[in-house]
């Protein structure tokens, strides 16, 4: 109730603006864990699109780029929390290359928090949903994709 | 006579016929489904949600009646009885009538044109009465097989020679006023029975006005009113004036623990549903009250408790404990005012729709089908079984699975469904068929080089999807999108007619790529690439956009913007259809052998159901003996004690010359994958095998309460038990404290076996000594199924029961006295035993966690192991070839644990008795034209699919090779290769950037 709250009185920097999120789950752990916040009807945001992919260490860097390239406002990746990765130790190459990206993103003049990577499984509906929340709440805080304002 | 038989007899099409017959089918054998209906599905299809995870019935339902309806091993044999049986177990002849349908079953395309001009009006069955249908006619809309049939009884034409419009508008000229019955004989080597169960006829409990007053609906009845392809379209409204209620009760117990109607069991399912109705009721309905009258609160199965609590606490569903509804009557606008005791005054409150828990019986087919085949019914009706052979009738070679044995929920008669598949196969392995000699190949089209023609097909989903987007638009929209040639509205796409509809456009309009926006392709993508399959398309020309689980359920208050996403879903799709190619699968040769780990009762179970098919089985067991916590069980059950059964059960694994035991040994490392494992174990030594059983047990809480260990009158049941069986026990005054390290906040849930035992080992203190106290001190009892007429038995001996409230634990004096708030009195009591029993709870293992990353499976949040789907993939783990059992997966009894082993048994037969596995189509692959060997990807690899060869012909020329068989199709790698000369199938680089920059129209540069 509280975020709720707080969401509606975030400031909104430019008029008639939604942001676009782009959203990448990996199959076993955060696209299980959107459906469950589906199946258990956790209402969100509608403003994100899921790409899935089969593990988050298929995330290439370039999906990224391109992402904002073409006007993404925010690029959140999800994957199995630590340890529990399908494929063992994905997740753990998902965390440093976002990292490096990260700052790449900076020296081209992108706010990095416009990345995100966050950890949902299977079971964590409710995650998802707050994930989608606080992001779309960054976001508007930061303002649109520069690239869609020159 | 033939020679022994490699076929089974499956008698039901319900949940727990169809998984018997896929296990059956699966590990090679050909299976007869006979379903005396005109369609498959039995009482599961017509449930609008299950607990506790409140999935859509039909939707997890659907795909596995689609594929039992299309495995090539399976005959699926509707209309049609089993009339008898000769012969013995590995060869029987059965004798089976065919009733007639009237109409051709190889002709029917299942149009409905007859159905929309027959002029008779029946109520339907399957709507239980609220809607009508018509002479002709499919069961429901997803009805499998897709086939119309006539009802004889009702028809104007059979009755009375009249009409034949059906026979005049039939488009495939399938309808045969002619048919006769048919009788057939089949030989087959084991039978297994699922009938099934049928409902409590509620008339009979006069007072409760069913049938009588239109606002009092039946459990199954209020199911149909919640569904969105019910008689309101899922709005819970009233049958009396279809206006909205406001106050909703449910009766529960109508028909069960009530010796009066000659049902003195419990349902064991009625609690959970009644909670399940009364949470999706208040989410279809703003404001709805609902109040669920009851007597205790059965919710023992895993996370039930949790959803109990979230249904009183988040939900607001008032929960009135520890009564018994005297009566409904009728007051003013058809509501009803319901009289009942809250132990002390006669109340009275008035609810404008009732709802009464109706329990199970057995079908009224169950005396002529006990008759017909031989084999006993229990004194209840039901299917007799044992506590150690739960799974077998009175008659060899003939098994059961299911509600037909006893009351039960979905996933345990689906983990007994796979246990029966493997008892029947003990019967018929030596007659094992490839499928390969079964299935024709439909020959693949070549595609390449054509200009991408898809299809989209959109699901209305009921009213899941439709009910928030608008999906005509979206059709519309789809059409105007590059390469879309076809694209329609589908009501259920998962559904047996929308098949064959697909693959009817696939030819009509050559379409060589498929897009489905629907569901998940978590659950359903499996299903439409065999359908485009079979229309000679590769499967994986397919993709899916999921515009319910993440669209429309998620965005219900915002029908605009759920569409708008739905259409960016698709257009996404439809981009990366645009790419996709044509993938092979390799074959994989498969070990034929199976680990267990674990050496207890559900271990030794499965090792012995898995050799009893030929196969060989390495049990690991971690401690120097065998057993597990059965040596602690000392009460004889039909004549034999847990101790002594596993003593035997241990002597015929050490005889077994297929089974290997290990002591002392613990698994150190699992690598490898489905059908070739490698499972590295304690001193070093490697076992190759192609399954993995995980049965490892849990344990008994140790209790710090009450002063146990400490003071000497203070001991756990199974300490009782033990000083029982070796006459050391003399107390005159017991007290029983029931959930001792359950139900509280360090264990959120129930323990299950408790109160059973607590009341077990009351009557043996009572009948022993009929002058001793007993009181047991509990929550709820929950003594489900027949364990209720132990409940019965101990208040007939004198045994007292004493109700604490949830929050309040009885409490121990300095001097040894129990002080307890008994609820009915609403004061505390002091009572001063000679003995204090505490009735400890369940816990995981601690080690759970440690193989649960070697074998890479999850643990649920209370950390016992997790199965893939806790509805109808019960012993499974989404990582394939990993299977669970026993108390590994939750606290149970002997007889489930044992049915429970044997489901695990059959999942792993189901793969290491095929000839290969196939690997999956979705790996990675190297363009060796522009790898240039530098050997990133060889370190990213976790499965060591990746190695850096030289190339003969040119020395200086380096390259990466994929080893099919251990890559897992992840892309790790792919993301990390400098050059781009790796691409995973199926997620190449230009199908996602299709999808990215689909998803980001008009954005960006």
Redesign the interface.
């Known amino acids: 109730m509280a975020e709720e709250a707080q969401a509606q009185s975030a400031p909104v920097e430019a008029e008639g603006w939604e942001p676009?999120l782009?959203v990448f789950c990996c199959?076993?752990c955060s696209?299980?864990g959107?459906?469950l916040?589906?199946?258990?009807?956790?209402?969100?945001p509608?403003?994100f699109?899921?790409?899935?992919?089969?593990?988050s260490?298929?995330?290439?860097?370039?999906?990224v780029l391109?992402?904002?390239?073409?006007?993404?406002d925010g690029v959140l990746v999800l994957g199995c929390h630590p340890?529990?990765c399908?494929?063992?130790?994905?997740n753990y190459?998902t965390r440093r290359?976002i990292a490096l990206l990260r700052v790449l993103l900076e020296q081209y003049g992108f706010n990095p928090d416009r990345l995100k990577l966050e950890w949902v499984?299977?079971?964590e509906g409710m995650k998802f949903?707050q994930t989608i929340k606080e992001f779309d709440r960054t976001i508007r805080e930061l303002g649109p994709?520069p690239?869609?304002e020159e | 006579m033939v020679s022994k038989s490699g076929s089974v007899l499956v008698v039901g099409g319900g949940i727990g016929g169809v998984q018997t017959s896929l296990d059956l089918a699966e590990s090679g054998f050909k299976v007869y489904m006979v379903e005396s209906k005109a369609s498959i599905g039995g009482v599961m299809s017509q449930l609008d949600k299950t607990f506790p995870?409140?999935?859509c019935s039909m939707c997890i339902l659907s795909p596995k009646l689609v594929e039992a309806a299309r495995h090539p091993m399976i005959s699926m044999m509707t209309l049609t009885e089993v009339m008898g049986i000769e012969g013995e177990a590995g060869n029987f002849t059965v004798t089976l009538k065919k009733k007639p349908r009237y109409v051709r079953e190889d002709r029917c395309v299942g149009c409905g044109l007859c159905a929309e001009k027959c002029p008779s009006k029946v109520p339907s069955e399957y709507e239980l009465g609220l809607m009508n249908r018509k002479a002709i006619y499919v069961a429901y809309a997803q009805a499998v097989p897709m086939k119309y049939a006539i009802d004889a009884d009702k028809c104007l034409y059979l009755t009375k020679g009249k009409c034949g419009n059906c026979k005049k508008v039939c488009p495939a000229d399938a309808i045969d006023y002619e048919m006769k019955e048919q009788i057939e004989k089949i030989n087959v080597g084991a039978v297994v029975l699922a009938p099934g169960y049928e409902l409590f006829d509620a008339r009979l409990k006069k007072e409760y006005g069913y049938k009588e007053f239109k606002n009092v609906l039946n459990s199954l009845e209020f199911e149909r009113v919640l569904s969105a392809t019910g008689p309101y379209q899922g709005h819970v409204v009233r049958p009396s004036d279809h206006q909205t209620p406001k106050k909703v009760a449910f009766i529960q117990c109508v028909g069960s623990r009530d010796e009066k109607v000659g049902n003195p069991f419990c349902s064991s399912v009625c609690c959970m549903y009644a909670l399940k109705q009364a949470i999706i009721a208040g989410?279809h309905t703003t404001g709805l009250k609902s109040t669920i009258f009851f007597m205790d609160l059965r919710a023992f199965g895993k996370e039930f408790e949790d959803y109990a609590k979230r249904a009183e606490n988040e939900y607001g569903i008032k929960m009135h404990r520890g009564t018994r509804v005297a009566s409904v009557e009728e007051t003013e606008g058809n509501n009803l005012l319901l009289r009942y005791s809250d132990g002390n005054n006669v109340l009275a409150e008035e609810f404008d729709l009732v709802v009464l828990s109706a329990g199970f019986q057995p079908p009224s087919s169950a005396k002529a089908l006990a008759d017909r085949l031989g084999f006993k019914l229990n004194e209840f009706g039901f299917c007799q079984t044992g506590v150690y052979t739960p799974l077998e009738t009175t008659k060899k070679g003939v098994y059961v699975t299911g509600a037909f044995s006893a009351p039960k929920d979905i996933p345990t008669s689906v983990a007994e469904a796979s246990g029966a598949a493997a008892k029947a196969g003990s019967h018929v392995f030596n007659n094992r068929v490839s499928i390969d000699t079964v299935v024709k190949e439909v020959p693949e089209t070549d595609v390449t080089g054509q200009e991408p023609r898809i299809g989209v097909f959109v699901c209305d989903c009921g009213i899941n999807i439709r009910g928030t987007v608008d999906v005509p638009s979206v059709v519309e929209y789809v059409k105007t999108l590059p390469n879309v040639v076809y694209a329609a509205e589908n009501k259920y796409t998962c559904s047996a007619d929308t098949q064959e509809s697909i693959k009817k456009m696939i030819k009509e309009h050559k379409l060589n790529r498929v897009v489905v926006a629907s569901c998940?392709?978590?659950t359903h993508e499996a299903l439409f690439q065999s359908t485009i399959k079979e229309a000679g398309l590769n499967p994986f020309l397919f993709e899916m956009a999921?515009i319910?689980?993440?669209?429309s359920?998620?965005?219900?208050?915002?029908p605009e913007?759920?569409t708008?996403?739905a259409k960016?879903?698709t257009r996404?799709a439809v981009a990366k259809a645009r790419y996709l190619e044509p993938l092979t699968k390799s074959k994989l040769g498969v070990n034929h052998s199976a680990v267990v780990v674990g050496g207890g009762l559900a271990g030794m179970t499965a090792a012995l159901d898995i050799a009893a098919q030929g196969f060989k089985v390495d049990i690991l067991e971690a401690t120097g003996a065998m057993g597990g916590n059965m040596v602690n069980l000392y009460t004889a059950e039909g004549g034999i004690s847990p101790r002594q059964y596993i003593k035997d059960l241990e002597a015929k694994v050490r005889a077994n010359g297929k089974i290997t035991v290990h002591l002392n040994t613990k698994v150190e490392d699992v690598s490898g994958f489905v059908g070739n494992f490698k499972v590295k174990v304690t001193g070093g030594k490697e076992i190759e095998t192609g399954a993995i059983v995980i049965a490892t047990g849990a344990k008994a809480y140790v209790p710090t309460e009450y002063n146990y260990g400490k003071d000497k009158k203070v001991v756990t049941q199974n300490e009782l038990e033990k000083a029982l069986a070796e006459g050391k026990f003399a107390a005159r005054n017991v007290v029983m404290v029931q959930c001792v390290g359950s139900r509280n906040d360090a264990a959120p849930y129930c323990s299950r076996v408790c109160c059973s035992k607590a009341v077990k080992n009351a009557i043996e203190i009572k009948k022993r000594d009929p002058k001793a106290q007993v009181y047991i001190l509990h929550k709820d009892i929950r003594t489900y199924g027949f364990r209720e007429t132990l409940y019965k038995e101990a208040s007939g001996l004198g045994v007292k029961f004493i109700r604490y409230p949830e929050n309040k634990m009885p409490e121990m004096t300095a001097d040894g006295k129990v002080v307890v708030e008994d609820t009915i009195l609403g004061a505390p009591v002091q009572l001063s035993p000679d003995c204090l029993v505490l009735s400890v709870g369940v816990r995981p293992n601690e080690d759970n966690e440690e193989l649960a990353?070697m074998c890479?499976v999850?643990l649920?949040?209370d950390k016992y192991f997790?199965e893939a789907h806790m509805k109808l993939r019960p012993v499974d783990f989404?990582?394939s070839g990993v299977y669970l059992a026993g108390l590994a997966h939750w606290p149970k009894f002997i007889d489930e644990t044992i049915a429970q082993a044997s489901g695990a048994a059959s999942r792993a037969m189901t793969i290491i008795s095929k000839q290969y596995l196939e690997t999956q189509g979705?790996i990675a692959a190297v363009n060796e034209m522009v790898c240039n060997g530098c050997g990133v990807c060889e370190p990213?690899c976790?499965?060591r699919a990746i190695t850096i060869v030289g190339d003969p012909a040119n020395p200086d020329k380096r390259k990466a090779v994929i080893n099919e068989g251990l890559c897992?199709?992840?892309?790790?790698c792919?993301?990390?290769c400098p050059s781009g000369a790796l691409e995973?199938k199926g997620?190449k680089?230009n199908q996602?950037?299709a999808?990215?920059?689909a998803?980001?129209v008009?954005?960006?540069?």
């Open positions: 676009k782009l199959n076993w696209y299980a959107a459906d916040a589906g199946v258990s009807r956790l209402q969100m509608t403003n699109r899921v790409i899935r992919t089969m593990c260490a298929r995330v290439d860097p370039e999906f391109r992402a904002f390239a073409k006007g993404a340890a529990d399908h494929y063992i130790g994905g190459r290359r499984s299977a079971s949903q994709n690239i869609n | 995870t409140n999935d989410e998940t392709p978590r999921n319910r689980d993440q669209c359920w998620i965005h219900m208050h915002e913007k759920a708008e996403k960016d879903l996404m990353k890479k999850p649920s949040k997790l989404a990582t979705i990213v976790e499965y897992m199709g992840c892309g790790t792919v993301a990390a995973q997620f680089n996602i950037l999808q990215i920059d998803a980001l008009g954005g960006g540069k």
